[in-house]
């Protein structure tokens, strides 16, 4: 079979291989003529029957050539995931390509923690189930495994600034074994992962409320010492000094490193077109 970027491809469609058809050619006519004229040896006949050979040989090479040429053979859709750009299938012939934008969902094989990974570090993914087009034409089988690779990690730090995460998923394996290079990032603003803002916001109202039980007990203690019956004014100054400086604690201390359980589900994106070989439904 071959392929439009092979070498014997171009070849064929050179104009070096049409001058040789022609010269082939002329020498058939000739050597022809001769064994009608009955004035050919063997030398003649084998020289013939190679030509002859030849030019059945390139006549095939050239017709399977035509015959195994890229062909559109329509156009589908993929089911839309969040943050996916695009949805366009291009169905052909002999592979099907998702658009670059079109999202799909894999999950983490094991958990990751920011601050136990660094830059260059290799992280498996699963993709959980079979991925159709909505025409039920099969791209991805399910349990087919997707490798990404940490390209950066910005650590948490003050002011509350959580971790940040940078993948890029750079390889597919179908469970055949066969391998497809491929390019995506997380689908999520400017591709990072990050702990989102309920976990944030949880660390400052732990911090916040926190501080402020602690400022309750130390008004209760002070209350007692000079005066045990002014309780409501320790607690009007211990509350707010507590839960105040829990605030300022809760902000101004490093943010949240970023974890993710075994299982736990991501949405990547495609960064360029995705070419993956046919697929057979079970």
Known sequence: ??????????????????????IFIRRIVIYGEEILDKK????????????????????????????CQEQILGYENMFCEKGAANSKVVILNICN???????????????FQSECAKAGDKINFTVPESIYTQEGTLLIPACSKVVGTVIRIEKQRPPNKNARVYFNFDCLVFPDGTSVAMSAR????????????????????????????IGAGAATGFAF?????????????????GTGVGLLVGLFTPGLKYHAK?????????CNDLALSKQCSN
């Open 186 to 213: 997380p689908a999520t603003e400017n591709g990072e992962l990050k702990e989102n803002g309920w976990h944030t916001a949880g660390k400052l109202v732990g911090s916040t409320l926190g501080l402020g039980i």
């Open 1 to 22: 079979m071959l392929f439009k970027n092979s070498s014997a491809y171009k070849f064929i469609k050179s104009k070096k291989f049409f001058q040789a058809k022609k």
């Open 97 to 111: 390509i998702l658009c670059q934008g079109n999202a799909f969902r894999v999950v983490y094989d094991c958990k």
């Open 262 to 270: 075994a299982g736990e589900s991501l949405i990547i994106v495609l």
């Open 40 to 67: 050919f040896n063997i030398n003649s006949m084998k020289k013939f029957l190679s030509i002859l050979l030849i030019m059945l040989f390139g006549l095939t090479a050239y017709a399977e050539t035509s015959d």
């Open 225 to 241: 010492i000079p005066n045990p019956h002014k309780f409501g004014t320790a607690y009007a100054i211990g509350i707010p000094v």
